[in-house]
């Protein structure tokens, strides 16, 4: 069975950090791209970052490049995102998901497992 689990989640000043962690099981790591994900009440799910877990090559929104950084470790099956200089309009729920294959995506259609989330808030 597959399983994502996001944690590192929070509440943090505008121009903070903070590092979302993506623990993944049941798949083989290295054979699937982690995106992340985010969805701010009222508004639709937008893909922040994903990187494909064989060579490592990476994605981002234009509205985080710069600021937010995807990391993998393929030995503890863990994707990470980094994210720097934090803005107000950061704040949503974060989700972590998986999708087969080595090309890194932000078409959330193509992912077919999500974790449950993780709550990132930035106050001004």
């Known amino acids: 069975e597959v399983q994502l689990v996001e944690s590192g989640g929070g509440l943090v000043q505008a121009g903070g950090s903070l590092r979302l962690s993506c623990g993944a099981s049941?798949?083989?790591?290295?054979?699937?791209?982690i995106g992340w994900f985010r969805q701010a009440p009222g508004k639709e799910r937008e893909g922040v970052s994903c990187?494909?877990?064989?060579?490592?090559?990476?994605v981002y929104a234009d509205s985080v490049k710069g600021r937010f950084t995807i990391s993998s470790d393929n030995a503890r099956n863990t994707v990470y995102l980094q994210m720097n200089n934090l803005k107000p309009e950061d704040t949503a729920v974060y989700y972590c998901?998986?999708?087969?294959?080595?090309?890194?995506?932000?078409?959330?259609?193509?992912?077919?497992?999500w974790g449950q989330g993780t709550q990132v808030t930035v106050s001004s």
């Open positions: 049941g798949f083989t790591f290295e054979h699937y791209s």
């Open positions: 998901a998986a999708s087969p294959g080595t090309t890194p995506t932000l078409y959330s259609i193509l992912f077919g497992s």
């Open positions: 990187i494909e877990n064989t060579g490592g090559r990476t």
